[in-house]
Structure formats: structure tokens, C-alpha cells
């Protein structure tokens, strides 16, 4: 499998913390992207940083990207219990999304 | 505008039984998506389309599953039989020709073979 590999594979956290999830890949990366998934609304694209990008801003989200590391990490500040999710890195390569396996985030209140 | 529309949303069938699958992409979107995703994992593609022609269906696993997309705009998947490590979310998505970095996924199909 292609797969990016995602650390940590769950989260759990309070209202108002900050959360941080990593994504790294075996192969090189091309364009990077983030997205949510849950019941209500699906997989959602979050953010998409591009390989010459090294830091990326949306809001409450900061994205980073090290492509000599091969890797990314997405930072949620003051979380609130709507960003309970699952999060997936996706990287952009060949015309196709090679997905990561994926950070569980629950934020209690 | 309407996004990509699969049905139907819950399948539940026994192995060895056909099922398929249905999208509808985004109006005017040439590029197709079919994704596999099991339980705890990301989605991983199964097909490519551009218009009606399957540009990348290197990890379809051929012997059961078939796809098609007759016109270039709705398309169909199909398992035939299903086996119960087929239980999985069956995703589509759709973008512009060229802009695989904006995908819009639909809902999914949630499969249960049992």
C-alpha cells in the first residue's frame, strides 16, 4: 500500500486545547492536503499546501509541510467539540489522492 | 449547486451475492473517482475516469469487480460475488479534467457482507 502513515492514531482532548496530528510517506511528496471526515458532512477538504510551501494558514488551522522529511503535520487551535473527527493527509500525486490512515479527534466539552 | 450523489447510502447483502453502486458527479466535472475505504483506514482508489475511458484502474481487483461509466457522467460499480472482506465505505469523487488536488466526494455507500 501507498498509504501515508498518521501518528497519533487517536486524539482525545478538552475544549480549547490545541491539537496536533503528523503525516509522513516512504515516497516523495507533490501537493499535500488535509481532509475531515465525519458522519454528518463526509469527507471535507480542509487545506491544501503545495510542495513549495512550508507553512500554511486557514483560520483556526496551521498546516506544515517538510518535503525532505517527507512529511506534514496539521495543528487545530482552540479546538472545539465540532471538530470531533477523523483526519486525513492526502497527497496529490500521478492525478490521484494517496491517502494517509487517518488521526481520530474527539474533543469533549 | 448539487455535489456528487451516490446510492444507496446502506447496502447489506450475503457473500456471494452482486451488488452495485451508483455516482453522479458534479455537473461538468470529466474526472471520476472510486475509492475503497475499510473500517479505521483512508480511502484508497479503485478507478480513475476520463470522460468514459478508465485512465488508471491499477488497483481494481478485476476478477469480481467491474466499473463503467457509459456517457461520461454517471457511473456504476459493480462486485460480483461479494466476499465479506468487501465490507467498506465505497466513496466517489469528481473534479475538473487536471485537478486531482480538488476532488468533491460524495456521501458513500456503506457495504455490509455477511
Known amino acids: 500500500s501507498q498509504q501515508g502513515e498518521e501518528d497519533p492514531q487517536a486524539l482525545s482532548i478538552q475544549e480549547g486545547e490545541n491539537a496536533t496530528m503528523n503525516c509522513s510517506y516512504k515516497t516523495s511528496i507533490n501537493n499535500l492536503q488535509w481532509y475531515r471526515q465525519n458522519s454528518g458532512r463526509g469527507l471535507v477538504h480542509l487545506i491544501l499546501i503545495r510542495s513549495n510551501e512550508r507553512e500554511k494558514h486557514s483560520g483556526r488551522l496551521r498546516v506544515t509541510l517538510d518535503t525532505s522529511k517527507k512529511s506534514s503535520s496539521l495543528l487545530i487551535t482552540a479546538s472545539r467539540a465540532a471538530d470531533t473527527a477523523s483526519y486525513f493527509c492526502a497527497d496529490t500525486g500521478f492525478q490521484k489522492l494517496v491517502f494517509g490512515t487517518g488521526t481520530r479527534l474527539l474533543v469533549s466539552p | 449547486e448539487a455535489g456528487v450523489v451516490q446510492s444507496p447510502r446502506y447496502k447489506i447483502i450475503e457473500k456471494k451475492q452482486p451488488v452495485a453502486f451508483w455516482c453522479n458527479p458534479i455537473?461538468?466535472?470529466?474526472?471520476l473517482y472510486w475509492y475503497r475505504q475499510n473500517l479505521g483506514q483512508g480511502p484508497e482508489l479503485l478507478i480513475r475516469y476520463e470522460n468514459e475511458e478508465a485512465v488508471d484502474d491499477s488497483q481494481l481487483p478485476k476478477d469480481r469487480f467491474s466499473a463503467e461509466r457509459l456517457k461520461g457522467v454517471d457511473s456504476t460499480l459493480k462486485i460480483q460475488p461479494a466476499e465479506l472482506g468487501d465490507s467498506a465505505v465505497y466513496l466517489c469523487?469528481?473534479?475538473?479534467?487536471?485537478?486531482?488536488?480538488?476532488?468533491?466526494f460524495g456521501p458513500g455507500t456503506r457495504l455490509t457482507v455477511t
Open positions: 455537473s461538468g466535472h470529466n474526472t
Open positions: 469523487a469528481s473534479s475538473l479534467s487536471g485537478q486531482a488536488y480538488e476532488q468533491y
